[in-house]
């Protein structure tokens, strides 16, 4: 079985700043995606950004990027330029919908 | 854009009750849709996986017998907490995948559930 771990509890950041969150995974298999998740004060989980497993490429969406090692098992996911609407839980997941404990992220004005 | 919508977003129920709580996908086939519990400031605790037609996989220490999950259709897959205690109280999200192993789940608003 795949286990995800987040070893961040809490971080903060300053508005407009660059933040990175860490996960790091344990998996047998090749080939395989990992997802990373928000979760605002609303309580809605969101998808922010996925990376498949078998591309060295990093993902990215706007701003928010992926450094994933796969020798490694890492996949951190850096958001640049950090807004106050960032204000949330973020967490790392396999393919399977298993999450990591996940990491409250604030943004201070 | 996938919608999932989960119905209720709050229920109260008396201890000793069952409640049912809905996930529907409204734009999209779920085939595999799955159930989690969160605790407050605590990550997601992944119940079960349900695939449609078949039965819930549901993960160790999770009583099926208790919470009953149902996925009769592409479109709907039920969670019935039988026999609800105040130790049941807590917040129930679904999430809902496309076929295809490595897609994305998109995920319900939850259910705030108190048993009194």
């Known amino acids: 079985a795949q286990t995800v771990t987040q070893s961040q509890p809490e971080m903060s950041v300053q508005e407009a700043e660059t933040v990175t969150l860490s996960c790091t995974y344990d998996?047998?298999?090749?080939?395989?995606?990992l997802f990373w998740y928000k979760q605002p004060p609303s309580r809605q989980m969101i998808l922010v950004i996925r990376?498949?497993?078998?591309?060295?490429q990093n993902a990215t969406e706007n701003r928010f990027s992926v450094n994933f090692q796969k020798a490694a098992k890492s996949f951190s996911l850096k958001i640049s330029d950090s807004q106050l609407g960032d204000t949330a839980m973020y967490f790392c997941a396999f393919y399977d919908m298993r999450f990591g404990a996940g990491t409250r992220l604030t943004v201070k004005p | 854009g996938a919608v999932v919508s989960q119905h209720p977003s709050w229920v109260i129920c008396k201890s000793g009750t069952s409640v049912k709580i809905e996930c529907r996908s409204l734009?999209?086939?779920?085939?595999?849709m799955f159930w989690y519990r969160q605790f407050p400031k605590q990550s997601l605790m992944l119940m079960a996986t349900s695939n449609e037609g078949s039965k819930a996989t549901y993960e160790q220490g999770v009583e099926k017998d208790k919470f009953l999950i149902n996925h009769a259709s592409l479109t709907l897959s039920t969670l019935t907490v039988t026999s609800a205690h105040p130790e049941d109280s807590s917040f129930y999200i679904c999430?809902?995948?496309?076929?295809?192993?490595?897609?994305?789940?998109?995920f319900g608003q939850g259910t705030r559930l108190t048993v009194v």
């Open positions: 734009d999209f086939q779920a085939t595999t």
């Open positions: 998996t047998s298999e090749n080939n395989y995606y």
């Open positions: 990376q498949e497993a078998y591309k060295q």
């Open positions: 999430s809902a995948k496309r076929q295809g192993t490595y897609t994305e789940a998109f």
